[in-house]
């Protein structure tokens, strides 16, 4: 049997059935809303960095969005419910050396977000509970250990105190908060990682790749299961469809056509259907729903958002409408389903950044029904914001599915959980008023990176204490001259 040819029947009938092919499907009607420009987000400078990622991150208090800065990056953090124009002195957080390339909200604790830089470190905060009232430069982490930029972080779904981080110098490196140390290295790819995904116990981790190769790892042993050479569709971003044991990747044809591909997470040999989207060159951005088993699809610069439904069964992606608007978008931050209003029959909400006008805007994904009542059939047991397990417990192998919790009487139940950075001890050697530990020749590019940054704000505010030191000086002696003047006459 020529699977080739089985392949690409299939794309060609599911591309031939789009429009015209009706299927009874309870959300072949859902369409996209666009806030009120009052409630969107304005004002923010948001970054022009042309790293292919969101620049943006969300949960049901705070927004995130990576801004453009001189001088080290930044990000701000507003809570979500401050919505309008933004103060053009609003509070960042502002700690890294280097531009800001990824950001994300801890699934388990909403006051912490991870972010990492062009600096080569991955840093955790704890954003205060009423937002930032001054800029923040100070972290509850600093993460070293790539010898490179860092551009990709994922939190565990289901862990509370593990962290990924993908660098530039081709490795996956996984942090236990815990005890603030990375735990295990990945270091099977030879180029570049474009993307992380986790399958919905954490159990597995997907990872596309600039060197054109799709794998299925396990994380703590870091053992490729499966790997697929993928010449026909170059795969730029890789997503795990929920408990289904399939893989979705957008990607790129050898036409040079955009492209989704399924596949199945066993066995990669050949993708089950291959199917092209459009010829344009932005990169698609796929977005998975586990509850309703859709799937959006987001092209950079596009300013359409496209969705399908998956199913097990042929065609495998049944496209179903698409969200138009002329506004061109840079990333999309996704509201986690307990942030969702479901008396309004929201099923996804995006947070797209419109780069030129400075706006964030607000789209919500709606299931139209007439009924007020609260509808079971689109709102099942969903991913809730309990961890299943400690980082210690999913380190000696225990692998257990998300703490689920039910959205009908809306998200009232406050986590009680509390975050607690790992507090080191500090050993010194002091010989003649130095401190040796602190003072050990760099081993590493990295470590030499530490010491040049720690070097330069050192500097900076010895530089910053003389001029202030100066000023000082020059006060007194004005001071001291006045007096002399004035002493003869007295006498």
């Known amino acids: 049997m020529n699977l080739n040819n089985t392949s690409c029947c299939q794309s060609a009938s599911t591309k031939m059935s789009w429009r015209p092919t009706y299927r009874s499907s309870k959300f072949r009607n ?36 990576v801004t453009e800065s001189a001088g080290g990056g930044s990000f701000i953090v507003v809570p979500i419910s401050q919505y309008g124009r933004l103060d053009s002195h609003q509070p ?99 180029d570049v990682i474009l993307s992380m995904s986790f399958n919905t116990d954490g159990s597995l981790l997907a990872t596309s790749c600039k060197d054109k190769k799709l794998r299925v790892i396990e994380p703590r042993s870091g053992r490729v299961l499966q790997q697929a050479s993928c010449k026909n569709h170059r795969v730029n971003r890789v997503v795990f469809l929920g408990n289904m044991k399939r893989l979705l990747t957008t990607g790129v044809s050898r036409w040079n056509t955009r492209q989704i591909a399924l596949w199945d997470q066993e066995d990669l040999a050949m993708p089950i259907v291959e199917e092209d989207i459009d010829g344009l060159s932005g990169l698609l951005f796929p977005f998975y729903d586990a509850d309703t088993h859709m799937l959006y699809l987001a092209g950079k610069g596009d300013g359409n958002i496209r969705y399908f439904e998956i199913t097990t069964e042929k065609p495998y992606v049944q496209y179903l409408t698409e969200f138009r608007s002329p506004a061109p978008q840079k990333g999309l931050g996704v509201m986690p389903k307990h942030g969702l209003d479901v008396a309004a029959c929201e099923v996804f909400r995006f947070y797209k950044l419109v780069t030129l006008k400075g706006l964030i805007e607000p789209i919500s994904m709606i299931v139209p029904r007439r009924s007020d009542t609260y509808q079971e059939d689109i709102y099942p047991m969903t991913a809730g914001i309990e961890p299943a397990l400690s980082a210690g417990e999913w ?25 607690k950075a790992p507090v080191k001890e500090k050993k010194s050697v002091v010989v003649n008023g130095i401190d040796l530990l602190e003072n050990v020749p760099p081993r590493t590019e990295n470590e030499l990176l530490r010491m040049f940054f720690r070097q330069q704000d050192e500097l900076r505010r010895l530089k910053d204490e003389l001029t202030s030191k100066d000023v000082r000086i020059r006060q007194l002696e004005l001071e001291l001259n006045n007096l002399k003047n004035v002493s003869p006459n007295n006498v």
Request: include cysteine.
């Open 30 to 65: 859902v369409y996209g809303k666009v806030a009120n420009r009052e409630h969107c987000f304005d004002g923010i400078p948001i970054t022009k960095n042309v790293h292919d990622n969101h620049f943006c991150a969300v949960n049901s208090k705070f927004l995130a969005v």
């Open 92 to 190: 960042k957080v502002c700690g890294h050396q280097g531009n800001v390339l990824d950001i994300k909200w801890n699934p388990f604790f909403e006051n912490i977000i991870a972010s990492c830089s062009e600096d080569t470190s991955v840093r955790v905060w704890e954003i205060p509970e009423c937002g930032l009232r001054r800029n923040m430069t100070e972290a509850v982490m600093e993460l070293y250990g790539h010898s490179r930029r860092v551009g990709l972080i994922e939190w565990h779904p289901t862990t509370s105190g593990i962290l990924f981080s993908a660098g530039y110098d081709y490795k996956i490196l996984i942090w236990n908060l815990e005890v603030g140390e990375p735990v295990k290295m990945i270091d099977c790819h030879t």
């Open 395 to 419: 380190l000696s192998g225990i692998n257990r599915d998300p703490v689920l919790m039910s959205l009908k009487e809306g998200y009232h139940k406050p986590n009680q959980l509390v975050f």
